[in-house]
């Protein structure tokens, strides 16, 4: 486990190591104590990842088209 705290991880950074704790929970060779402290870590990543996920679902935003067909302008994405 990285000793990076989990509200400093970007996206990126934070899935690889869930998939690494995942990994070793999956494995199943590692001790009650250790697979308590690692549970715990993968639900801080995932709270993490979906938080950056619905940040960056916030920042999308749909290009407008005029008459024409050209871009003029954005808008938000519904429902966010």
Do not use: H, W
């Amino acid at each position: 486990m990285s000793d990076t705290p989990v509200e400093e991880m970007n996206f990126e950074t934070a899935m690889a190591e869930l998939e690494k704790v995942l990994g070793q929970l999956e494995n199943g060779n590692v001790a009650l104590d250790e697979s308590i402290a690692l549970y715990e870590r993968g639900a801080k990543l995932k709270a993490r990842c979906e938080t950056k996920l619905k940040e960056a679902e916030e920042k999308v935003a749909a290009i407008t088209l005029d008459g024409d067909g050209n871009p003029n302008g954005l808008k938000p994405v519904d429902g966010l």
